[in-house]
Structure formats: structure tokens, C-alpha cells
């Protein structure tokens, strides 16, 4: 072995760990990647079901609009979006519940319609149930699924 060559192979080893080192650094946590339509919807879910404003929010891009079940006025900007679920908190015991979803998958975009279930849940028991329809538009931005459109309302009384 040259005298060169043995000084530069510890030099591109090192160079080539660091390389290596940086990629897995940059690279998504697994549980946040939402990486399919239905991780997103499941995301949603899990975010609302905490009742962290802030998940919930985060989940929607910049640009979306959003009709909330109980909103008198469309949301179009993120700051109206969060004025929506800002007090998402004081009702700690509210949970979703998916019933059905039906997916389109038209490239990077995808639109989930269905029916899902709010209720007040405490020790198991669920009271004050409210069925609700839902369509959910998502986009594929830069590898991750975010809401860019969503719509939901009451299930009339029969």
C-alpha cells in the first residue's frame, strides 16, 4: 500500500461515517412521517383525541380551508383553523371515533370521506353522541400527508 493511500483511507472513512451519520440524522421520526392517507387520518384522530390544540393544528397545511362541525364561518387561514380548536382543552373528555372511511388516492393528493362519532368518554361510558359526516382532502407535501381541505357536519335527526 502506498504511503498516500494509507494516509487517505482513514480520511475517507471518517468522511464517509459522517456522510452516513448526517442522512440518518435528517431522516423522519417513523411515528411523526405520515406517510399514507390513512396515517394522516389516524394522526388527526389521535391529535384530537388528545385535545393538544397544537397537534391538531399542525396537521393541516398553511393554505387549507377548513368547515368545522360546529363553525359558523370557514376557516382559510391557519390563524382561524387554530381559533377553532384553541379550546380544545376545556372539554377533556371529547373523543373521535372513525365508523367509516372511504379513500381516493389520485397521486399526491387523497380524499377520505365518512362518518365518524364525537362523544363526551369518561370511565368508558360515552354520553352526549354526536354522529357526524366528514370529508377530509389531503396533499403530499415534501413526503408527509396534510389536511388542505376538510368538511364536516351533523348527521340530521331522522
Given at each position: 500500500m502506498t504511503t498516500a493511500r494509507r494516509l487517505l483511507s482513514p480520511l475517507i472513512g471518517a468522511t464517509l461515517l459522517l456522510i452516513a451519520s448526517a442522512h440518518v440524522v435528517a431522516q423522519p421520526a417513523p411515528s411523526s412521517a405520515r406517510t399514507t392517507p390513512g396515517e394522516?387520518?389516524?394522526?388527526?384522530?389521535?391529535?384530537?383525541?388528545s385535545r393538544d390544540p397544537k397537534r391538531i393544528v399542525a396537521l393541516y397545511a398553511p393554505a387549507a380551508v377548513f368547515w368545522g362541525t360546529t363553525a359558523k364561518t370557514i376557516a382559510t387561514t391557519?390563524?382561524?383553523v387554530w381559533d377553532y380548536f384553541k379550546d380544545?382543552?376545556?372539554?377533556p373528555a371529547t373523543r373521535v371515533m372513525i365508523e367509516s372511511s372511504h379513500l381516493r388516492l389520485f397521486g399526491d393528493v387523497a380524499v377520505i370521506s365518512g362518518a365518524y362519532t364525537f362523544a363526551d368518554v369518561t370511565d368508558g361510558q360515552r354520553?352526549?353522541?354526536?354522529?357526524?359526516?366528514y370529508s377530509i382532502v389531503l396533499q403530499r407535501i415534501e413526503g408527509v400527508w396534510l389536511i388542505v381541505?376538510?368538511?364536516s357536519s351533523r348527521?340530521?335527526?331522522?
Open positions: 394522516a387520518l389516524q394522526a388527526w384522530v389521535d391529535a384530537f383525541n391557519p390563524a382561524h380544545a382543552g376545556q372539554r354520553s352526549n353522541v354526536r354522529p357526524a359526516r381541505d376538510h368538511h348527521v340530521p335527526d331522522p
